[in-house]
């Protein structure tokens, strides 16, 4: 190499950006006399030391804490002609330089020299650092995986959760892991956020380990990013309370159906007592008979609601068109109303295709528009509207054709608080002798039985929405057949 040369090298490689050494080795077997011979401009960047003070002197009078580390071994292996190396960060301190962390590559160099090409990434490894820590110390389970679901970083919270060591699972296939996981709506969140970039949530519970896990996977540019937490503790609270609360209701619905046909046969014997000691006189007699008649048929009529509530009926559903159903019960409905109530109807243009019992469906319409006259006080409307579209401010998981049906009164408005019970089963802020509180549950019982739903929007001062939703054909159920329970469970969505 001429002189040129060796000055047209100097500059260019002043110019990296990566800090530069060139150490000789002076004693064959000694790291310790590998002498600093050539530094460039950027390793006073790196370093924060002065060419002119370390140039010229051996390699552990410069950087004493370098002696520590496998630097001068691997310097002295390459100088005698190994072969070029990354070592792994170091992390050098001492009196004159500030904590640092360097990236550092070694290479042979001719003349029993060595070249040593290093990196601050101290600002960088710092915040992977920091990150890394949030991780380690969060209370969530966390762990990545790359796009072949392959485990890439488990933090210390998934052990006892997964029961599984982290070491044991690091670049593990997922599936082959945990293959039980297949199928469960874990499977599926993890899936939809591979397949469509989103971020998923699931909560159920992971018959394997015997938890319930709530987890989250969030999309990253190559694989994903899962927190989860055992809530097995929470879901058994949780769970608990609403037995409480189904077994308070059940409590509360026995007492009231014994009330009602307790009422019902003490009419019924008193009758019978009566007619019996007037047995000589038919028509008194006649008249007390037919008193037993009535009350029997009130039995009746009680235990047709209770199947009704049971979800129980039978039901003879056929293809009808709804705005047809409305229109012809509308002038029996008005009937219904005292004058200041306007009944406005607001039908699809196109017929409303409904698969679904027609007496049942003119008994829901005629609950909910019985509900709506008796939440307005002076005068308002109720407004029927029928559609083929859900109503696009409603929040709904119905995805097949359906019909659409909704209720909407100018009334008092339901309470937040009895908003939770309005389904239960005689369950009425109404004085006894108006209301009986099993509309909304028969209700709820047809609409359960015939493969709908139904949802509740209520604003106190303003009124109240009821939307039923009913399958347009027979292979069209918008929900699956619900096990009635009791009517604790609100099915209030909107
Ligand atoms: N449109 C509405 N506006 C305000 N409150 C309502 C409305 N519909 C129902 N509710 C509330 O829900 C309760 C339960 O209704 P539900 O129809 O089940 O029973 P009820 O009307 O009281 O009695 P029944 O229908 O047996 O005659 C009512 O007492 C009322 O407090
Ligand atoms: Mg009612």
Redesign the pocket.
């Known amino acids: 190499m001429t002189e040129t040369d060796d000055g047209v090298f100097a500059r260019i490689v002043d110019a990296l950006d990566v800090g530069i050494y060139v150490y000789r080795l002076e004693r064959n077997d000694d790291p310790g006399s590998l002498r600093l011979v050539y530094a460039n401009a950027a390793s006073t960047t790196a370093t924060g030391l002065d060419v002119a003070t370390i140039i010229g002197t051996p390699l552990g009078e410069a950087f004493p804490a370098l002696m520590q580390t496998d630097l001068p071994a691997t310097g002295l292996a390459i100088a005698r002609g190994g072969e070029a190396r990354r070592l792994s960060d170091i992390v050098y301190e001492d009196d004159r330089v500030a904590r640092r962390v360097f990236a550092v590559d070694v290479f042979p160099l001719p003349e029993q020299s060595v070249g040593i090409a290093f990196t601050n990434l101290t600002g960088q490894r710092g915040a992977e650092l920091q990150a890394t820590q949030t991780l380690e110390e969060m209370s969530d389970a966390f762990f990545t995986l790359d796009s072949e679901w392959c485990f890439t970083y488990l933090n210390p919270q998934t052990e006892p959760i997964l029961e599984r060591r982290r070491p044991d699972l690091l670049g593990k296939n997922m599936w082959e892991e945990f293959p039980e996981v297949i199928g469960t709506p874990f499977h599926e969140a993890y899936e939809r956020a591979a397949r469509d970039r989103v971020t998923t949530h699931a909560e159920a519970s992971y018959a394997p380990l015997g938890r319930y896990i709530e987890m989250r996977a969030y999309p990253l540019p190559d694989g994903l990013a899962v927190y989860f937490k055992d809530v097995t503790t929470e879901r058994r609270i949780a769970d608990q309370l609403v037995l409480a609360q189904r077994l308070e209701a059940i409590g509360r619905v026995t007492a009231s159906v014994a009330h009602d046909f307790n009422n019902l046969l003490a009419a019924i014997g008193g009758f019978a007592a009566l007619g019996e000691a007037q047995h000589d006189d038919p028509a008194s007699a006649g008249r007390y008979f037919h008193e037993i008649s009535l009350a029997s048929d009130r039995a009746v009529h009680l235990t047709r609601q209770l199947l009704a509530i049971g979800g129980q009926q039978e039901l003879d559903p056929a293809t009808g068109d709804l705005n047809e159903v409305v229109r012809e019960f509308a002038s029996l409905l008005a009937q219904l109303l005292p004058t200041p109530v306007e009944l406005v109807l607001d039908l699809a243009r196109q017929s409303v295709p409904v698969f679904a019992d027609r007496s049942q469906l003119e008994q829901v319409l005629l609950?909910?528009v019985?509900?709506?006259r008796?939440?307005i006080e002076e005068g308002g409307t109720i407004s029927i509207r029928t559609s083929t579209q859900a109503p696009a401010d409603l929040v709904h998981d119905v995805s097949v054709d359906a019909a659409w049906l909704q209720?909407t009164?100018t009334?008092?408005?339901?309470p937040p608080e009895?908003a939770p019970?309005?389904?239960?089963?005689?369950?009425?802020?109404?004085p006894e002798e108006?209301?009986?509180?099993?509309?909304?549950?028969?209700?709820y019982g047809i609409v359960s039985q015939s493969h709908g739903d139904i949802y509740?929007e209520?604003v106190v001062g303003t009124?109240?929405t009821?939307t039923v939703v009913l399958p347009a054909h027979a292979s069209s159920p918008v929900t699956a057949p619900k096990l009635l329970s009791g009517g604790t469970t609100s099915p209030r969505r909107a």
């Open positions: 609950n909910l019985v509900n709506a008796d939440a209720v009164d009334g008092s408005g339901i009895l019970r309005i389904f239960e089963p005689f369950f009425s802020t109404k108006l209301g009986t509180g099993l509309g909304l549950a028969t209700i509740v209520s009124g109240t009821m």
